[in-house]
């Protein structure tokens, strides 16, 4: 159980267009939703955290107007890059966190996210 | 904001040799986590700590949470070669949204 997917596995866009990728925790439900963006060779760094039913909270430096969260259901949360431009390309992972109480956070297998 | 620093960062090991890796941070974590990542995938949980001195293993993996809760390590015994990937450190604090914060990852190569 606890299994996490995302939708596309992998995109690549021309520079200015938007780009949703999506988070769907398959078997459980998930109140809490984390992005995270990881460039070649980095770490995974935390872009906004997505509650279902309200608005996401972004870490500091990361563009609310520009990374568009949205949760709203407890299976399905979407990140959505708005103009993108070749810098925002990277590896962007989803992770869910169960409603049932317990802290512990799945992770989708991630999307790679190309812009030309 | 908090930063999780990662020991080694890469290191090659012969098969069938133990591997140590550490992560300090600069401030306490309620608990402690061990991902692994393979290329192109995300990370996958091996060992998550609770208290702070907790000792657990998970087969050829064991962790410890350190008495401060600022440091953990995780050694790998007897590694064999699908042991390769990144090894990420991660803490969690248990406040707001409970937010993972990532190490900065020790890269691990096994040579047969």
């Known amino acids: 159980g606890a299994v996490v997917s995302q939708h596309p596995s992998w995109v690549i866009c021309k520079s200015g267009t938007s780009v949703k990728i999506e988070c769907r925790s398959l078997d459980f439900q998930a109140t809490t939703m984390f992005w995270y963006r990881q460039f070649p060779k980095q770490s995974l760094m935390l872009m906004a955290t997505s509650n279902e039913g309200s608005k996401a909270t972004y870490e500091q430096g990361v563009e609310k107007d520009k990374f568009l969260i949205n949760h709203a259901s407890l299976t399905l949360s979407t990140l959505t890059v708005t103009s993108a431009h070749p810098e925002d390309s990277s590896f962007y992972i989803c992770?869910?966190?169960?409603?049932?109480?317990?802290?512990?956070?799945?992770f989708g297998p991630g999307t790679r996210l190309t812009v030309l | 904001g908090q930063q999780l620093n990662q020991s080694p960062q890469s290191m090659f090991i012969q098969e069938g040799e133990d591997v140590s890796m550490n992560c300090t941070s600069s401030?306490?974590?309620?608990?402690w986590l061990w991902y692994k990542q393979d290329p192109g995938e995300g990370p996958v949980l091996l060992i998550a700590l609770y208290k702070a001195g907790e000792l657990t293993s998970n087969g050829r993996l064991t962790a410890q949470f350190g008495i401060t809760r600022k440091d953990s390590f995780l050694n790998i015994s007897a590694s064999i070669p699908s042991d390769v990937g990144i090894y990420f450190c991660?803490?969690?604090?248990?406040?707001?949204?409970?937010?993972?914060?990532f190490g900065t990852g020790t890269k691990l190569q096994v040579i047969p």
């Open positions: 991660a803490g969690q604090y248990y406040g707001g949204y409970q937010k993972v914060t």
């Open positions: 992770s869910a966190q169960r409603t049932s109480g317990d802290n512990e956070q799945f």
């Open positions: 401030s306490i974590f309620n608990t």
